[in-house]
């Protein structure tokens, strides 16, 4: 059953901008992508927005949907009341480029500062071999689809634009984590965790992973495991003599 839905969107570019109030038909099963898209071409037909797939999986189409960082595609319009105003604005965390498009550099440039991961030497593509248990943990890290939901809702760098520098936020520690957890990964990412990738910045508090749409436990799967990882590597009496005597690599 259709209705009109009263929207606001955030209009402008780096220069600046305002909320454009709209007046908008909206049809039974349709999600916020699809009103965004009924804008541009009844509308505003220079209203800007990215998206590729609809359907969940590119990680293109992320916004804030009245002040909560959300996929458009797979924002239902049935979780909102008929008569609810709807305020659909840019991730903030990130540079707007025009309306509801944001420049979001900085997450791949955070992406080329991880080391790779690192076989041992000799051993070809094909070879690897593994066990089913670390191939499921790692699982778990490989459905990221790149939304940034998670860098954009991370309060380290939301309202703090220079920890941005020392910071490379959830999305990439679970991306350390995923590749310290490999078995056949010969590379130490312990200390950069600490000292390049901010990871002691990060106080626990799961606001990455409510907004993942992944599902992925970025804090208890990711997060705490590589904290506790690095707290005996570095603290551990034992540990750090070890590594005196049987220093890695
Ligand atoms: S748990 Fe850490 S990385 Fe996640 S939002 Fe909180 S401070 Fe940021
Ligand atoms: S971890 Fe989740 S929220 Fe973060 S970028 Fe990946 S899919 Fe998006
Ligand atoms: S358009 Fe691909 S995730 Fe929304």
């Known amino acids: 059953m259709g209705y009109d839905a009263q929207f606001r969107v955030w209009r402008g570019d780096v220069d600046g901008g305002a909320l454009q109030d709209y007046s908008i038909p909206v049809n039974e099963g349709e999600v916020v992508l699809d009103i965004i898209h009924r804008l541009q071409a009844t509308q505003a037909p220079d ?85 089913q248990i670390d191939v499921e943990r790692s699982q778990e890290f490989r459905k990221c689809i790149e939304c940034f939901l998670c860098q954009n809702t991370c309060h380290v760098v939301r309202d703090h634009e220079d920890n941005k520098a020392a910071f490379s936020g959830p999305r990439y520690f679970i991306r350390v984590a995923e590749l310290e957890m490999h078995p056949l990964d010969t590379a130490d990412r312990r200390n950069a965790s600490q000292d390049e990738f901010g990871l002691g910045l990060c106080n626990i508090t799961k606001c990455c992973t409510e907004v993942c749409p992944e599902g992925i436990k970025i804090t208890d799967n990711a997060i705490i495991p590589m904290k506790e990882r690095v707290v005996d590597h570095r603290y551990d009496p034992l540990v750090w003599l070890g590594n005196k005597l049987f220093r890695r690599g």
């Open 47 to 131: 209203l800007a927005v990215r998206w590729n797939c609809k359907a969940g999986k590119c990680g293109s189409c992320s916004a804030e949907v009245n002040g909560r960082p959300r996929l458009l595609c797979m924002t239902r319009m049935s979780t909102f009341t008929q008569d609810e105003v709807v305020t659909v604005t840019p991730l903030r965390t990130f540079p707007v480029i025009r309306d509801l498009v944001t420049d979001v550099s900085y997450n791949y440039l955070k992406a080329r500062e991880v080391p790779s991961f690192t076989p041992p030497p000799g051993l070809a593509p094909g070879e690897y071999r593994m066990k």
